[in-house]
Nanobody
Framework: QVQLVQSGGGAVQPGGSLRLSCAASGFTFSNYFMKWYRQAPEKERELVAD????????DYADSVKGRFIISRDNDKNTLYLQMNALKPEDTAVYYC?????????WGQGTQVTVSS
C-alpha cells in the first residue's frame, strides 16, 4: 500500500533553516508528481511547492518563493523540502502528498514552528 512517512521539522528561530523529508513506498515513486502542503492553525491547507516526476520542474507558492527548495531523490524514493530564511508565518503542519491511481495520499504531517 502507498505510504508517505515524514521526518524533520521542529522549532527554529526566525531566519533559520529546516529540512523536511518524505519517504515513499508502495508505488513507483519516480513516476509521480509530488507536492508539499502546509496548514497553519485556523487556516486552510495550502500548496507550498510541487515537483515533476523527474525533478526537472518545480513550482512554489509566492509566499515561499526564493526561500524554500523542493527536491527529490528517485533512487531513494524520497521527497525533500529545504526551508531557509524561515519566518513566523511559516509556522504550520507540513504534509507531503501524492495522487496515485485517483486516490490522494498524505504524509502524517510534521510540525514546523518558527518563533523567537
Amino acid at each position: 500500500q502507498v505510504q508517505l512517512v515524514q521526518s524533520g521539522g521542529g522549532a527554529v528561530q526566525p531566519g533559520g533553516s529546516l529540512r523536511l523529508s518524505c519517504a515513499a513506498s508502495g508505488f513507483t515513486f519516480s513516476n509521480y508528481f509530488m507536492k508539499w502542503y502546509r496548514q497553519a492553525p485556523e487556516k486552510e491547507r495550502e500548496l507550498v511547492a510541487d515537483i515533476t516526476s523527474s525533478g526537472h520542474m518545480t513550482d512554489y507558492a509566492d509566499s515561499v518563493k526564493g526561500r524554500f527548495i523542493i527536491s527529490r531523490d528517485n533512487d531513494k524514493n524520497t521527497l525533500y523540502l529545504q526551508m531557509n530564511a524561515l519566518k513566523p508565518e511559516d509556522t504550520a503542519v507540513y504534509y507531503c502528498h501524492v495522487w496515485h491511481r485517483g486516490v490522494e495520499y498524505w504524509g502524517q504531517g510534521t510540525q514546523v514552528t518558527v518563533s523567537s
